[in-house]
């Protein structure tokens, strides 16, 4: 896990670790499927349009549950963007060597960059809250009861605190133990952890997604 | 675990800079398509819809025009089958009203030609009475006066008959 951190090159000033290069490697791969997928845009769809739209179409069937059709469509990008790229994120910490090889590290197993994403959502949740409700907006935290406005700040500033440190700790939390288990029995034993990985990739990039949602839907909702 | 503050503002710009490409490539483009594809469909089904409802009030208007044509046959039939039989009726009734008409004409031709045969009788009669008294009265008589009086006997033999 030492690679991650160590700091490869920099960039006016901003030092370059594994981790971001990886991000920038899963980027390139988010871009190149997206622009096969868009290329030949089609009525009748197939191929990775097919595959593309039915992720999008997954996604605000999924949202349309937690914020309604027309806020999932307008949120769509910023969630679904959060959800590939988390998803890829922590599906590159299964990679072979991932850790271990300079340049490649599962950028969701550091604070530094769930941090990062969280602090998005922060922003994102206030900025649109306040966009279509205007000042209006800060009532809400003084509903149902006005004194009770000290626990809503704390809540919050929790919010952001709890998204980095859930995927962080889940994702580093699984690459430890894939890791522990790879020394002491190198055959068979880590490829358990290892699917299990899988799964729990998807399921705290579902998470992470899921909770921005329910942000972003109860800021910006009609109701108080 | 502590926060490396340059990883987490390149976090911030990976997602910012992946979030901007990606909208203007990828969701952009593909939800006005899925979009376009809805509003089509829509169009396509309420079209669809409108097609058939308009075949269903044709079928209806057609039906109804069916039987419409059906029971003006049926009465035609039934106006032609009314003015046969009334044609076959009076036909009939003139018929016997001839047959009786000729029967009449005939009993009266039979009642002439009895007159007439009776008349041409009584008038040989006469001629063979004249001539038998005649002979029995052994001179002819001849004139007027004989005339009256076998017209008088004639008249006395029709009131005995």
């Known amino acids: 896990m030492e690679h991650g951190t160590s700091v490869l090159f920099s960039i006016f000033g901003l030092r370059v670790s594994s981790y971001v290069t990886t991000m920038w490697g899963l980027m390139a ?5 997206s622009y096969f997928a868009t290329r030949n845009l089609k009525k009748v769809p197939g191929g990775a349009q097919n595959v593309m739209e039915y992720v999008i179409q997954v996604l605000i069937d999924f949202f349309e549950g937690i914020m309604g059709e027309k806020r999932a469509k307008q949120y769509l990008p910023i969630l679904c963007t959060f959800f590939l790229l988390i998803l890829l994120s922590n599906y590159s910490g299964i990679l072979p060597m991932a850790g271990h090889l300079p340049g490649l590290a599962a950028p969701t197993s550091t604070i530094s960059v769930t941090a990062g994403f969280a602090i998005v959502v ?11 409700k205007g000042f209006g907006y800060f009532k809400h935290f003084l509903q149902p009861v006005a004194f009770l406005l000290p626990l809503m700040i704390i809540e919050e500033l929790v919010r952001p605190l709890s998204l980095s440190l859930r995927l962080y700790g889940n994702i580093f939390g699984e690459e430890m133990v894939t890791a522990q288990l790879f020394q002491m029995a190198p055959f068979l034993v880590p490829l358990v952890m290892q699917a299990l990985g899988l799964l729990m990739g998807l399921v705290q990039a579902f998470v992470f997604t899921l909770l921005t949602a329910v942000y972003l839907g ?7 | 675990m502590h926060i490396d503050y340059h990883d987490l503002i390149w976090a911030i710009i990976n997602f910012v800079v992946l ?11 593909l939800l006005k398509m899925m979009e376009n594809r809805q509003n089509d469909i829509k169009s396509n089904i309420s079209q669809a819809e409108e097609i058939r409802n308009e075949a269903e009030t044709l079928r209806v208007q057609l039906t109804a025009e069916l039987d419409k044509a059906r029971k003006e046959a049926q009465e035609i039939i039934a106006s032609a089958t009314k003015i046969g039989e009334e044609t076959k009726n009076s036909i009939i009734t003139e018929a016997k009203n001839s047959a009786v008409k000729m029967t009449e004409k005939a009993q009266e031709e039979i009642q002439r030609e009895k007159e007439q045969a009776l008349a041409d009788i009584r008038n040989e009669v006469a001629s063979l009475a004249i001539l038998a008294a005649g002979k029995v009265l052994g001179k002819a008589m001849t004139g007027e006066e004989h005339k009256k009086l076998v017209d008088k006997y004639i008249q006395e033999v029709g009131g005995i008959q």
């Not at chain 2, 979030?19 to 483009?29: C, D, H, Q, T, V």
């Open chain 1, 122 to 132: 922060f922003f994102c949740t206030h900025f649109f809250g306040i966009k279509e």
């Open chain 1, 29 to 33: 791969v988010i871009l190149l499927i």
């Open chain 2, 19 to 29: 979030l901007a490409i990606l909208y203007k490539f990828l969701y952009g483009p």
């Open chain 1, 218 to 224: 109860g800021a910006t909702a009609d109701h108080h």
